[in-house]
């Protein structure tokens, strides 16, 4: 009888105290969303986009977009606080191979704000930059050839392994060096 007794407290407690969790954690929900008047400057392609790069100063490799994406992605504050986040993000991909692509994403977060990163071929990438640096420009600002085509006001981003990308915004990606590959926009 005793051991009915324990188990039947024992499910009471738990019953009550789920509960009580349950009532405790009525967390409001937060909307943050990117700024998308800066859409033309951070992600320059459309969804019929196509860009013609030389591959390492050999091979030429025709990349394609892969069409503009809105998505809204749940973050949950996680800090003894049941709010939810919905961010919003854009994306787009340029794919000439299977292994020969990038893509720019723009996306809110909970903390930080609204940030860009670039990812290139699934093995490097930018770290998170504020969106407003690709409208107004901070150093370093750059003039670059490429392929005896002449550009200024060049924007020189790092990727994390080991490399850059030379962004014109407005115009997009006009080089990228990184660890295994070179590609310079044609055109």
Not at 11 to 31: H, I, P
Not at 139 to 160: A, Q, R, Y
């Amino acid at each position: 009888m005793k051991q009915i007794t324990k188990l039947l407290f024992l499910f009471t407690t738990l019953v009550l105290f789920g509960n009580c969790a349950k009532d405790e954690c009525q967390g409001s929900t937060y909307n943050k969303n990117v700024d998308k008047s800066y859409l033309p400057d951070i992600i320059p392609y459309s969804d019929t986009s196509t860009a013609l790069f030389l591959k390492n100063g050999k091979d030429t490799l025709l990349f394609k977009s892969q069409g503009l994406r809105e998505e809204t992605v749940k973050d949950y504050s996680g800090e003894g606080s049941c709010d939810t986040y919905n961010l919003q993000q854009f994306s787009l991909k340029m794919v000439a191979s299977d292994t020969d692509f990038f893509e720019i994403k723009y996306y809110a977060t909970r903390k930080v704000g609204k940030v860009v990163t670039i990812g290139v071929n699934d093995y490097d990438k930018t770290k998170e930059y504020d969106y407003s640096n690709f409208r107004y420009y901070y150093p370093p600002i750059i003039k670059i050839e490429i392929l005896k085509n002449s550009f200024d006001k060049v924007l020189v981003v790092p990727l994390t392994v080991t490399g850059n990308l030379y962004i014109k915004p407005k115009q997009g990606i006009l080089k990228i060096e990184a660890s295994f590959n070179t590609y310079e926009l044609i055109k």
